[in-house]
């Protein structure tokens, strides 16, 4: 394959791999099994059970294997034809979907920051009408 079309499948991938992180990882739908894996994380007593169970509270963490479970089924490799291409391409795709779940968190706080700016200016109005 060539490099550009590699480039491209590495953007491109990367945006479901962020897509998927960023959901388990922040995501209201999966609070309780995200705090459950919190609190499973913390109160274990066997350091194995709590690296894993914090595995899936850390995006940067849930992040590599994501990946690991995209280069399975697509097969991608960058750079290399052999298990190298495998490797640089665990690591470029980590990278760059955490790179995109930064952006998105980024985006989503500013989000937040105008809904609230906007429902003070409405509470500012609405006091102005009633006084």
Known sequence: ???????????????????????????????????????????????????????????????????????VITRYKLLYDDWRGYLISLFALVYVSNFYTGLLGHVKLEVKKDRAEIKAIEAEVEAKKTA
């Open 1 to 71: 394959m060539p490099i550009a079309q590699q480039v491209v499948w590495l953007l491109l991938l990367a945006l479901p791999i962020a897509s998927i992180v960023w959901t388990v990882t922040h995501e209201d739908i999966f609070r309780e099994p995200r705090d459950f894996c919190a609190r499973r994380g913390k109160d274990s007593r066997s350091l194995l059970c709590r690296k894993f169970f914090y595995l899936f509270t850390c995006e940067y963490c849930f992040s590599h294997w994501v990946t690991a479970a995209f280069l």
